[in-house]
């Protein structure tokens, strides 16, 4: 079993940034394609970004240019640096982990592991 544990969370005002932590346990998680999944009020569970090794990115549009998701040298911790946020970020992040490569990392469907969220809030 894999447990992903996030921290980082925060509230800040618009044009802030934060860094989001993703630490995980139980298993060594460096081969697996790990994601960032977003829960905004009244609104569905959506994608972020992801990460498969330390070069295969994809992120959403909406985050693209202000969100960047990274890996410690361990390549088991994940982070995601913040940049620029905006009112429409709030909503609570989870981390994801997904031991098959899926070609599907948008869906979150795919994944086998998630965190229990942390609570991110941008002021206007």
């Known amino acids: 079993q894999v447990e992903l544990v996030e921290s980082g969370g925060g509230l800040v005002q618009a044009g802030g940034s934060l860094r989001l932590s993703c630490a995980p346990s139980g298993r060594d998680t460096s081969t697996y394609r790990m994601a960032w999944f977003r829960q905004g009020p009244g609104k569905e569970r959506e994608f972020v970004a992801s990460i498969r090794s330390g070069y295969n990115t994809h992120y959403t549009d909406s985050v693209k240019g202000r969100f960047t998701i990274s890996r410690a040298n361990d390549k088991n911790t994940v982070y995601l640096q913040m940049n620029s946020l905006k009112p429409e970020d709030t909503a609570v992040y989870y981390c994801?982990?997904?031991?098959?490569?899926?070609?599907?990392?948008?869906?979150?469907?795919?994944?086998?592991?998630w965190g229990r969220g942390t609570q991110v809030t941008v002021s206007s």
């Open positions: 994801a982990a997904d031991r098959d490569y899926s070609v599907r990392y948008y869906s979150d469907t795919v994944y086998d592991y």
